[in-house]
């Protein structure tokens, strides 16, 4: 009893001493520990001895596809990216997948995977979008997770999430088990192996959910320390009974791992993160330096003589990049250099469990989540998080009981049918993630022969995909970003709105029922903040109904589209597959028409529509479309013979007369096309207005260009109209320049003609004072660059090596005096991986492979160091 004594001695000093995170000698301590390992030779990773590091990055976007589209749309605040994944992306997954370790030259001396050495978890539908965006990113994101098993005795850095990061205690059973297991599959498909942890969202947590993790083999979860009631060592002999500890007040000792017991005597493992180094890490300088981060670390180090601890700490994943920019490379080199010179061992909670198992255990608070003091009521109630005590958050409660109301009547439609249709519909849709995460159709054809009661019709398939999208539905709508900021009406409320209103739609579809109407009625119930909105069903009303999507408005898009684009026989639109069965095109003046068919299939629900359509181009902005459902092949061959006779005789007004009888009232315009598809059109619309317009400005800068050199010449301000005509003109000079340099990647003297051209007229430019508009510049001369690195690095002749050189050197010189401030983040790791793979080991070292010879490499290294590489050390050994 006596060491059970200290060790609860230990968790009142902690408690007393907590807010201040105690300093200790961290050389003394480290001397110590080395001694103590000299001496034993005891090996960290298979025996708990020392000090163990584990930082843990949460990586979530909330889930921001179009319901109907399945893809994201552009969204204007993530500018000058295309949407907000895009930018974090930009920001935070691809450079902590690739972070640099620089030197006092800020020159790179090492790539570092981050993933191989952060304890993480990225949500499903997070890494789903990382797939299909960047799959180099994806694939090193799933090798850190494989590195770091290989390192700490099978124990893999990533663990598992529940699926669309619902909160868990205010899940009904059902949602809760679907959620860990949909969570659990998704992390098993990617990663190939079993989660031994999973993070909770907003770490919230009760005792069914507990239940709920143990049922489904879940090891350990990671909450805040201010989820803790009580604690104790565990009883080592019987009938002793180790006295509770009570630290409410987040004052647990994190240091060490616990044990939660339910009723029936199982259990769940259980860390608390450091939350006075998580917040400083969130919100204080710790991440300026690997010293800081290291030194902050320090500063809970116990000297208390425990054979091991375990510093732990955990935050936002897109701290290390997003939130505190570069701060990626702090993590890179405190795992790579600074955490090992102090003895310190990086590693995982799954490993140090394996090594050091829980000999406390823990009594959780009833209720609680690591982003609210309240419970859970930040996605219930009024209570105040969130709300920076501007807004009021009143619509919280009514909003989460209208979703619930919609959730139980999904219930009884998805049981009334799915019990005809599915064997099991429950366990149906617990294995529905299958065919999420690959839509292929023969895994959807075998998933639903394995399922199916009997032997299902065409339609009736059909039927069981619209029943599983709609329980998707009823899942995604409770995603908790809905409720975590302070208005209903933000895109995150919206966003879980869309998602009911396709769950709406589906049960309409497949069981008769009209649900909308009263969905509606109950969201009048949730008051805005935004008077324009007043209340939760102007905004489903303004915001939601809008963004519905029917295959007739698909069919629309795919028609006034293809005015402007060649369509092949088989188009993916988003995520329907349109088969053109018929087609024909007629222009006559300013005006375009077209007819044809098309055959609609849906890759989620497989359902098929054959339809007709006829588009009318009138000239401008003005056009007219209908869509109607396929009748026969007489019907078309006559309405088709109608309206090109029309248009024969230019008879605008005839042409429409005939499209409204044969269609009907209703049509579609420009507005009803997709946001991109819209976009895309509307400035293929300005172009010829554009083309002349740049034609005029040229002509006034070229006629007026001595007058500007004079306006320089004597410091006088340029007249307006004249350096808009010069800044113009030379940006138009700049595209056409930067259209031909990509279309000349074969041709070395074509390429130096147009980097002259454009370094011409960079300097031209400068002379002018002139700003260059040309947004893709940027992006051109990125691409151009890469390709000509690895044409020197791989595909190039050896002879030509100098020219390619200058050549590339001359690109970024000419991106320099255009001001593009390009991004060397992909050159310098493909420089970086050759000088590692092929230009040391077959140059510069024993293997006499190399294709280059002696005199070459000099250029070859310097190219290295032009880019931002640290090859110092080579260049002077040759």
């Known amino acids: 009893m006596e060491s059970d004594t200290k060790k609860v001695n230990t968790v009142v000093e902690y408690a007393e001493e907590t807010s201040a995170s105690p300093t200790v000698n961290i050389q003394e301590v480290n001397i110590q520990e080395s001694s103590s390992l000299e001496k034993t030779k005891i090996n960290p990773l298979e025996q708990a001895q020392g000090i163990y590091v584990t930082i843990h990055g949460h990586f979530y976007q909330p889930p921001r596809e179009n319901p109907y589209l399945d893809k994201i749309e552009r969204q204007p605040s993530a500018n000058p990216h295309h949407n907000w994944n895009e930018r974090i992306y930009d920001e935070c997954y691809r450079p902590n997948a690739f972070a ?283 209570c105040g998080c969130g709300g920076g005590g501007l807004w009021h958050q009143k619509w919280r409660k009514p909003l989460r009981e209208s979703l619930n109301w919609l959730r139980d009547k999904l219930i009884g439609v998805y049981e009334e049918i799915g019990d005809s249709l599915f064997r099991d519909p429950w366990l149906a849709r617990d294995e529905y993630i299958q065919v999420i995460s690959d839509r292929y159709e023969p895994k959807v054809q075998e998933f639903l022969t394995r399922h199916q009661a009997r032997q299902l019709s065409e339609s009736e398939r059909i039927d069981a995909l619209r029943l599983l999208e709609m329980q998707r539905h009823a899942l995604l709508m409770y995603t908790s970003c809905g409720w975590f900021f302070e208005e209903i009406s933000r895109p995150e409320g919206v966003q879980i709105l869309r998602y009911a209103s396709r769950a709406i739609e589906l049960a309409g579809e497949v069981g008769g029922v009209n649900l909308q109407q ?96 006829a588009a009318f181009h009138l000239g401008g902005w003005d056009f007219h479309c209908c869509i109607k459902p396929f009748a026969s092949r007489l019907a078309y061959n006559e309405l088709k013979q109608q309206l090109f006779e029309a248009l024969k005789h230019a008879s605008v007004a005839q042409t429409i007369i005939i499209m409204n009888q044969a269609f009907g009232d209703r049509h579609f315009g420009l507005q009803h096309l997709f946001a991109e598809e819209r976009h895309r059109i509307m400035s293929q619309l300005t172009d010829k207005t554009k083309k002349h317009l740049d034609q005029l400005y040229t002509q006034v800068y070229r006629e007026n260009y001595t007058i500007l050199v004079a306006f320089q010449r004597e410091g006088l301000p340029v007249p307006q109209e004249l350096q808009v005509a010069a800044e113009v003109a030379l940006s138009h000079r700049c595209v056409e320049a930067l259209s031909h340099l990509e279309k000349a990647i074969e041709d070395p003297q074509a390429i130096d003609n147009h980097l002259a051209e454009l370094e011409a007229i960079a300097i031209e430019a400068n002379h002018l004072n002139c700003s260059l508009n040309v947004p893709e ?58 000088l590692g793979q092929k230009i040391v080991p077959n140059c510069l070292g024993s293997d006499q492979s190399c294709p280059w010879d002696k005199l070459q490499l000099k250029p070859l290294l310097n190219l290295g160091h032009y880019l931002g590489i640290d090859v110092s050390s080579w260049l002077t050994s040759i």
């Open 100 to 382: 640099r370790i620089l030197n006092d030259r800020q020159q790179v001396i090492d790539v570092v995977n981050n993933f191989e050495y952060l304890s993480f978890n990225i949500g499903a539908t997070l890494m789903s979008w990382l797939e299909k965006y960047d799959l180099e990113v994806y694939k090193r994101i799933i090798e850190g997770d494989r590195k770091s098993s290989a390192r700490l005795n099978g124990h893999g850095n990533a663990i598992a999430q529940v699926y669309n990061h619902i909160i868990l205690p205010l899940a009904n059973k059902r949602d809760k088990y679907t959620q860990i297991r949909w969570g659990k599959a998704d992390f098993r498909s990617r990663f190939g192996r079993e989660p031994e942890g999973m993070w909770l969202a907003e770490t919230a947590i009760d005792y069914d959910t507990v239940e709920a993790l143990i049922d489904e083999d879940i090891k350990f979860i990671i909450l805040a320390p201010s989820q803790a009631e009580r604690c104790r060592p565990l009883t080592k002999e019987e009938g002793t009974e180790p006295e509770w500890h009570e630290v409410g007040g987040s004052q647990i000792d994190p240091t060490r791992p616990y044990r939660c017991f339910i009723e029936d005597g199982r259990y769940l493992d259980i860390f608390f993160y450091d939350g006075p180094i998580s917040r400083d890490i969130g919100f204080n300088d710790v991440l300026n330096t690997a010293d800081n981060l290291a030194g902050r670390i320090g500063q809970a180090i116990r000297g208390d003589n425990h054979p091991s601890q375990l510093i732990n700490v955990a935050t936002d994943g897109e701290t290390f990049g997003h939130h505190k920019g570069g701060t990626e490379k702090c993590l890179a080199y405190a795992f790579g250099k600074v955490f090992a010179s102090r003895g310190w061992t990086v590693t995982n909670y799954a490993h140090y469990l394996s090594i050091n198992p829980p000999t406390w255990e823990v009594v959780l608070k009833p209720v609680t989540a690591w982003s609210c003091s309240h419970g859970v009521d930040r996605w219930q109630d009024d």
């Open 518 to 613: 009263e969905f509606i009625h109950r969201l009048a119930q949730a008051p805005s903040n935004v008077e324009t909105f007043g209340n939760g069903a102007e905004v489903y009303r303004q915001l939601v109904l809008p963004s519905q999507i029917s295959l007739e408005q698909v069919a629309a898009h795919y028609a006034i589209s293809s005015l402007f684009t060649k369509y092949p026989r088989e188009e993916k639109v988003y995520c329907y597959i349109a088969e053109q069965l018929d087609y024909q095109k007629q222009h006559l003046g300013t005006l375009t028409l077209a007819v044809g068919q098309v055959r609609l299939t849906s890759e989620i629900t497989r359902e098929i529509q054959h339809l007709t359509f």
């Open 777 to 834: 510049a940027k992006r051109i001369l990125e691409q151009f660059m890469l390709r000509i690195l690895w044409q020197i690095l791989y595909d190039g002749e050896p002879n030509t090596l100098e020219t390619d050189i200058e050549r590339l050197e001359t690109i970024i010189d000419v991106a320099n005096q255009l001001n593009l401030h390009l991004y060397f983040g992909y050159v310098q790791e493909a420089y970086y991986n050759c």
